[in-house]
């Protein structure tokens, strides 16, 4: 589960797929017509869920995303592989889909998809998401 840490964090609303559960906390990504909750090789996060929502659910209801706006916007994430210390600060990571939520594999960089900006513990860290490799 993620959640804004530091910055100015926008509320935008996106369209979502009705075969698709959405969990308060996600990372999400666009699809380039629907916001989907993000996977290990996602490579460009759009920001984290800020609602849950049911498989199936018919709602022509979009739902709303939290979107860092700006450089300066980090949020907190678990870490699902690898144990991260302080000299992991800066460094670019993935994401890990196989734990119960979205977290983050600090032991690899094939997306680099986040980037840890703070050591918080051996099981979270605050990261970026606008620190991409391109």
Known sequence: ???????????????????????????????????????????????????????????????????????SCTATVLVGTGTPTAAYEGRLCDLDDSAPTTSVDVSSATESCVRIEKFISATEVEVSFMAQKR
């Open 1 to 71: 589960m993620a959640k804004p840490a530091q910055g100015r964090w926008t509320n935008r609303y996106y369209s979502k797929k009705t075969t698709t559960a959405y969990a308060k906390g996600d990372l999400v990504y666009t699809d380039g017509t629907n916001v989907i909750p993000a996977v290990a090789t996602t490579e460009d996060i759009l920001g984290i869920c800020d609602e849950t929502i049911a498989v199936g659910s018919t709602s022509t209801k979009r739902i709303k995303i939290l979107v860092p706006s700006g450089k």
